[in-house]
């Protein structure tokens, strides 16, 4: 799986470099490498998502992930399945896939 931070990606708007989320903690954004129960990945992601709560640019950030259809990751305060659930209302969420051990 290849993991993307904000910085990384492309259309380098000026929205990004305000993100909340750029530094060291840019890690909790995205799952390890490593296997992760589903309490590490509800902490990593409620973390994150605390930090998408103060981001001056939480707006454009969803906007962004939601256009290019972002699979990966904590964008805009949503993870991958809530982001899903919005590119399409009936989308058959059965086959998202959820790291546990
Ligand atoms: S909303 Fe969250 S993921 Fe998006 S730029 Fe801000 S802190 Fe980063």
Known sequence: MTVRTISQ???RGV????AACRGPESVLFFAPTRP???PERESREERAKAICGDCPVQRECLEYSLR????HGIWGGLNETERRMLWD???DLTETEFLET
């Open 68 to 71: 290019i259809r972002e699979p």
């Open 9 to 11: 990606i492309g259309e």
């Open 36 to 38: 992760e129960s589903r």
């Open 15 to 18: 929205w990004q470099k305000r």
């Open 89 to 91: 209302p009936t989308a």
